[in-house]
């Protein structure tokens, strides 16, 4: 604006018709510079789906899927990775979401506030932001190595639930800020106890946030690679896994092998693996989605 | 005014409504219980930061009882693998730094522009369609990127382009992925602080006859500097410990250098590689991953941190 | 039961009590005519409470009849509803508080220790300003308070008698397993009582629960305190001046001066109050001087 100045109209000092079309036509163009930033991200985005599904989808037949890993690229499958990622998502779930949830409704609805409340909200947003591999160098050290359970489905899903926690009570908690405070206020003036005021008030209408952070943690940790691959989850695996004391492979991890290997055909295999990989996390962000826009409405 | 104080001074011994009103231990036995969980539950969170300490610490002590601190911090040679081995942090260190150097350059224009768009120049429809699709960008898993920064980006667009001036693991390739990762958090939290900037800085500006670039520019983006730096800490945080997309596509040659053709290693790489390769407790090789995970985490903490005082500040400023 | 009948909203000047004090009179209540109170539910003795280091309320000192309706007035920000909070420790809720003095119910003082504030608020119940059922059926709504006093009965007899104390239940009885949210107003906040009902309370706390209303409906929520009156005691916050003369049978009239703590000023019966205010600023305020 250094060119508008206060002066009286028709005073020769102010700016020439030419300059003020040079600058509107300035404006126009950066629109679509501006657009393309936004929408270059995309277009990789595409090119990439472009690109694998051209090399993968060839691969995706039963056999792909009811293979166990092999040698040979045609011969190899997801069947292990598949479970493996099965039962270390679910143990994953199981451990992570009542303390996630728990620990939510403690921060929000019973801790005294104070700096102990700090520390712990404090700690919570800095845990967000550990990478994962050192998760991975945690459950080596302590699940794996300390505790002895090797590179078992049960420390890699002690690993990814740890990894899940902050994300989750951190999502749980925005639901629960949410709920109006004339809720909490009217249950607590009928003489609940704030448990009841959380049971039967408060977390119903929290639920569909709640449930919508914990998709979204699901659908990280089913991409989650480098911490399992830390614990030593990276072993061929040629059998259906049937308890949590062993070893595993998941799907993230076998893209990664796949992707790694020499061999142009294993590249195919890999592309393959990934349109799997992400329909299953779409379908999580989708469903998240469904939830969140579904709940909202009734609200 | 009249205000009795006189009569109801009976003691309160057991009326019906002491006895009433008297605190229990047991009148509602499950709050305690639950009460109890909940709280368990809180320390847990705790417990994880405790036990990376620990683990981190513990781990790096006894390297450093075989390795000098001096050697790590003075010498420049990261070689722990064959003989002569050398544990110089800073060729790891700079690896680190290559890959955020130019992913940034590469993600800030784009996420700025992005952000700029989705804030001054969408309206409202685009937006609601666009804002989505770029977050669901942060939602592609890591290892889906590195598959596509070594075969897409790298064989089948850099090394037709550059040929044998780039090597197939190289820095560049990693970088473009990554900030294709890091884009949606740049774009996302920018615009956030830029749609924070209030109305009337705006309409006073339009008022004065500037055009939409030059209010965005010289009167959005400078009120949401402090959003726009916590966005790129935190986008820097992630690279920093990304570990997929370098382990896969930017190699395992340490090495001191910020060109984006060559191949180098990352700290997290190397971490990823020791992971790999099985490596026996007791070795050195084995305790060298813990003081490369403590200087991980300090930097991704010191990031973090930043980050976080950034948006405290822009968040204090407008509401 | 008869009705009182009360002065609609639509009056133009406000009346004092006549009709409600007669029909409350013929129902055999003695005491109200007089300024003696010798059967208090409540009894605030010096109450003072602070926001952190600002204090809100100063030495409130006064007792509530039972089985009456009692008006607190006076402008915004006096300590009206901080006031009100204290008979249920709502306050309690809100860390940075601090009490001091002794409050009463029957006789027990509730700001003691030992007195459990989750058993006081089934004793003591309240009405908020704004409507907020439960985002619930309007059957669930009801029933949440019997359900967490581990009620053992009838359920749908409590709801359906609840409701009808309500005068809801007329309305609502062929949407039981409704949202409560799609009532209006008026029903939500009819809803709200119900709800409060339904645990059975000594004394109900009302914060201005007519000011999001409209006059038909603040007309039906003024009825049923009238007619509520005569099994409970009711504590009503209130901004409007007719509403005080017309629901209430005592008054009293809270005011902060530069120092920001709400003090009682005035407080006795409705009618002296709005006839005969003893103390000039009562007056002032009530003919609409200021506040
Ligand atoms: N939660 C709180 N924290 C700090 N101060 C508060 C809080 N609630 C009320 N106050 C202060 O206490 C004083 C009395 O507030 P209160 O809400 O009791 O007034 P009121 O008479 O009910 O006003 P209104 O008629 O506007 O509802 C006010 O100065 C208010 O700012
Ligand atoms: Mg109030």
Known sequence: ?299 | MRAPTEGSAALATDTAMADRLRRRRFRHPTEAVIKALLTASGFVSLAATALILLVLFEGTLTFFQDVPLADFFLQTRWQPLFEPVSFGIWELVAGTANVVLWSLVVAVPFGLGAAIYLSEYANPSVRRVLKPLLEALAGVPTVVYAYFALTFITLDVLRPLLGDNISIFNSLGASIVMAVMILPTIASISEDAMTNVPRELREGAYALGATRLEVALRIVVPAALSGIIASILLAIARVVGETMIVAVAAGSTPNLTLSPLESIQTMTGYMLQIGLGDAERGTIKYESLFAVGAMLFMLTLVFNLGAHLFVRRFQERYE | MTQPHIDTPATPHWRPLSRSRASAATQGAVGAETDEITDAAIEAKEISLWYGSAQAIGDITLKIERHRVTALIGPSGCGKSTFLRCMNRMNDLIPSVRMTGELFLDDQNILDQSVDPVELRRVVGMVFQKPNPFPKSVYDNVAFGARINGYKGNYDELVQHALERAALWDEVKDKLHTSGLALSGGQQQRLCIARALAVNPQVILMDEPCSALDPIATQRIEDLMRELAEDYTIVVVTHNMQQAARVSDRTAFMLAREDRVGRLVEYGLTEQIFTAPRDQRTEAYITGRFG
């Open chain 1, 1 to 299: 604006m250094t060119a508008v100045r206060p002066e009286a109209p028709g005073s020769d000092r102010y700016q020439g018709a030419r300059e003020r079309s040079r600058r509107n036509t300035l404006s126009a163009a950066s629109r679509w510079f501006f657009l393309t930033a936004a929408a270059l991200a995309l277009l990789v985005l595409a090119v990439l789906a472009y690109d694998t599904i051209s090399q993968g989808a060839g691969r995706l037949n039963l056999q792909f899927f009811t293979s166990y890993p092999s040698r040979f690229a045609d011969q190899a499958g997801l069947r292990s990775s598949l479970i493996g990622s099965g039962w270390v998502l679910a143990l994953t779930v199981v451990m992570a979401v009542p303390i996630a949830v728990g620990t939510a409704i403690w921060i929000e609805e019973f801790a005294p506030d104070n700096w102990f409340l700090t520390v712990i909200k404090l700690n919570l947003a800095n845990l967000a932001g550990v990478p994962s591999i050192i998760y991975g160098v945690l459950g080596l050290a302590v699940f794996v190595r300390f505790a002895g359970m090797g590179p078992s489905i049960l420390a890699g899903s002690l690993t990814l639930a740890l990894m899940i926690l902050p994300m989750t009570v951190i999502a749980a908690q925005e639901a629960i800020r949410q709920v109006p405070s004339g809720i909490r206020d009217g249950a607590l003036a009928l003489g609940a106890t704030r448990w009841q005021a959380v049971r039967g008030q408060i977390l119903p209408v929290a639920l569909p946030g709640i449930v919508t952070g914990v998709i979204l943690a699901i659908a990280r940790a089913a991409g989650e690679t480098a911490s399992l691959i830390m614990i030593g989850a990276f072993t061929f695996i040629a059998f259906d896994n049937s308890r949590i004391t062993d070893d595993f492979t998941t799907l993230p991890i076998q893209i990664y092998n796949w992707t790694t290997r020499p061999q142009e055909a294993f590249r195919a295999n890999a592309a393959a693996a990934i349109i799997v990989l992400m329909v299953i996390v779409l379908a999580f962000n989708l469903i998240a989605t469904i939830v969140r826009n579904r709940f909202r409405r009734f609200r």
